[in-house]
């Protein structure tokens, strides 16, 4: 709604929204990373889905790098390493958000560490349509231009 009163008053269309409209799946992974330490609010499931999705396909060619250059010990090299490690922030981050969207508590992350089930569990929360209207969180992102 925000974005289209921008456009009658201003006659200019914003270059972020546009681009989130069309459904370019790398902005939002890149939207992700702009808001690395933001953990309030909430994340839509395509935000969090293609941040995971992108996230894999770095890690691996972080991998296969590793493996290219012979400097992967164990399994894991320093350059996939290295990935993992700055991405801990920008992951927890939006998972936690993603929580928010479906009315969770941020401390619902750490059901994580009970094993299977907890893995299980927060699978079925991060796979939940998001939760109708505005709740303690923030509002509905699928209604936030």
């Known amino acids: 709604m925000e974005s289209r009163n921008h456009i009658q008053k201003t006659g200019r269309i914003l270059k972020s929204q546009t681009s989130k409209e069309k459904g370019v799946a790398m902005n939002w992974y890149l939207y992700v990373l702009s808001h690395y330490a933001d953990f309030t609010g909430r994340a839509r499931r395509n935000e ?58 941020d401390w619902m992350m750490l059901i994580a560490f009970i094993p299977i089930i907890g893995a299980i569990w927060l699978l079925v929360l991060m796979l939940l ?16 231009p």
Do not use: T
């Not at 349509?129 to 936030?144: A, D, R, T």
């Open 48 to 105: 969090y889905w293609m941040f995971v999705l992108f996230n894999i396909i770095f890690a691996v060619i972080a991998g296969i790098l590793d493996s290219i250059l012979g400097i992967a010990k164990l399994g894991i090299g320093p350059i996939c390493m290295l990935y993992i490690l700055a991405m801990f922030i920008p992951s927890l981050s939006v998972g936690v958000r993603r929580l928010h969207d479906v009315g969770k508590s």
């Open 129 to 144: 349509n998001s939760q109708i209207g505005e709740n303690q969180y923030g509002p509905n992102p699928k209604l936030v």
